[in-house]
């Protein structure tokens, strides 16, 4: 882990939070039909996202774009019996994403969809699939969810996408700002 340097202009401006919510929905849209999942799904394992100025220090590990955590839900806050016993949490790292998008809208939207369609693609797998996140698994489950992020979103229906899926498989060896 490491320490951040909360310096102005490593954090996403409010323009930036507005894009991001706006991703969060197609994200899960497009996560959603490939699953076959419905609302529901989403009501019984639910998530939040966070920004890095939310984040703890000890929820920073390094060279990420985005981070999942699970948690145990707070049995007050269970349904039923039957309703799952946790939660997730998406921290985006805005220092990070704005290294690499220059905050740019039209290089941001893309990003977005593509850090969170990876994350809650890990929701699904590790709610729907039982997957676990053991150290020994984490390397060979890390890959499943990047071969089906670039499986699933090659195609999607957002703009720059394609740009953004070549820069995650190494085919954009230029970056995204060229």
């Known amino acids: 882990m490491q320490a951040v340097n909360r310096i102005h202009g490593e954090l996403f401006l409010p323009s930036h939070i507005n894009l991001l919510d706006q991703a ?6 497009i996560v959603s039909d490939y699953f076959r999942l419905t609302t529901d799904y989403w009501l019984k394992n639910p998530y939040e996202i966070n920004t890095l100025k939310h984040a703890e220090p000890t929820e920073i590990p390094r060279d990420a774009y985005a981070h999942l955590m699970k948690f145990a839900k707070p049995l007050c806050k269970k349904d039923s019996g039957a309703d799952d016993s946790c939660m997730y949490r998406i921290t985006i790292y805005d220092n990070r994403v704005l290294a690499v998008t220059g905050g740019i809208e039209r290089v941001l939207w893309p990003f977005f969809v593509y850090i969170l369609a990876h994350e809650l693609i890990h929701i699904a797998r590790f709610a729907r699939f039982e997957c676990t996140a053991d150290e020994e698994d984490k390397r060979a489950e890390e890959e499943k969810v990047h071969d089906l992020t670039n499986e699933i979103l090659t195609n999607a229906p957002v703009s720059g996408i ?10 954009q060896v230029q970056g995204l700002l060229t």
């Open 162 to 171: 394609k740009t953004v899926v070549d820069f995650f498989t190494g085919e």
């Open 24 to 29: 969060v929905t197609v994200s899960e849209d």
